[in-house]
Nanobody, 126 residues
Framework: QVQLVESGGGLVQPGGSLRLSCAASGFTLAASAIGWFRQAPGKEREGIACLSTSGENTAYDDSVKGRFTVSRDYAKNTVYLQMNSLKPEDTAVYYC???????????????????WGQGTQVTISS
């Protein structure tokens, strides 16, 4: 079965950290560009981080640049989003997605991504 399963969300105080995981089954992440997206209540889904197909290039939205890091573990067929210095405005449902088309430079828009996880809730609150 082809699927992406996110985990690692939760409730964290401002300034804290979380690491989200996205495990793939039924296909290999090594052949995919990977994107992380989030959707806050009442807002549109936005792309925040991505990793190119080769793994050589990343891109980050300005809102998370310097705080979030995307990485991939080939052996575990899993991608991660390390989130540090979390802010209340980071509260959202977070999704991972993959694109089967080769991307040397990954896109931060959702159109190119053809597989999506179910999402995991991240809440930043004191």
């Amino acid at each position: 079965q082809v699927q992406l399963v996110e985990s690692g969300g939760g409730l964290v105080q401002p300034g804290g950290s979380l690491r989200l995981s996205c495990a793939a089954s039924g296909f290999t992440l090594a052949a995919s560009a990977i994107g992380w997206f989030r959707q806050a209540p009442g807002k549109e889904r936005e792309g925040i981080a991505c990793l190119s197909t080769s793994g050589e290039n990343t891109a980050y939205d300005d809102s998370v640049k310097g705080r979030f890091t995307v990485s991939r573990d080939y052996a575990k067929n899993t991608v991660y989003l390390q989130m540090n210095s979390l802010k209340p405005e980071d509260t959202a449902v977070y999704y991972c997605a993959t694109a089967s088309t080769f991307y040397q430079y990954c896109p931060l828009i959702d159109g190119p991504y053809d597989r999506w996880g179910q999402g995991t809730q991240v809440t930043i609150s004191s």
